[in-house]
């Protein structure tokens, strides 16, 4: 529906206050638009133990459909995911929006790429990455730092 999922279920936007009562952490994903990470990056995600113990949020799972990053950030984000491999200005905004809401900001980027130094500045965590499998690997160990 609106690119939420928390176990099996799919939950619109506006019922984000639901959020503050499930157990684990509300985690959105910020990329690049365009960038194929449906196949790579969502259906990994999705496979995942972070799946099972958090609720993701994944602004494009959903073709097609958008929402309000800024409202959802201001209402209630435990922490952001920003995937910086790629020059993007709407990530930069959502990074943005992140810090001004104190939303921590964890940033990955792909190995041998080259992050904007402004992005990683404001995260609390930086990962560097060579698979997805890795990356989600570091990510779960990462994790408590920000609860």
């Given amino acids: 529906m609106f690119g939420w999922h928390h176990r099996e279920e799919h939950i619109p936007i506006i019922f984000i206050s639901y959020f503050r009562a499930v157990e684990g952490m509300r985690i959105y994903v910020a990329h690049k638009q365009g960038a194929d990470f449906q196949d790579e990056l969502y259906a990994k995600l999705r496979q995942s133990a972070l799946n099972t113990e958090h609720t993701i949020i994944l602004p494009h799972e959903q073709i097609g459909v958008s929402f309000d990053s800024k409202q959802l950030l201001h209402q209630g984000i435990d922490v952001m995911i920003a995937e910086v491999t790629f020059h993007a200005i709407g990530v930069g905004m959502e990074i943005a929006y992140a810090d001004v809401f104190g939303v921590p900001l964890l940033c990955v980027y792909r190995n041998g790429s080259k ?17 997805i499998e890795g990356l989600i690997s570091d990510i779960e160990k990462l994790l408590p730092e920000f609860q």
């Fill in 115 to 131: 992050p904007s130094n402004s992005a990683l500045q404001k995260a609390k965590k930086v990962i560097e990455y060579e698979t």
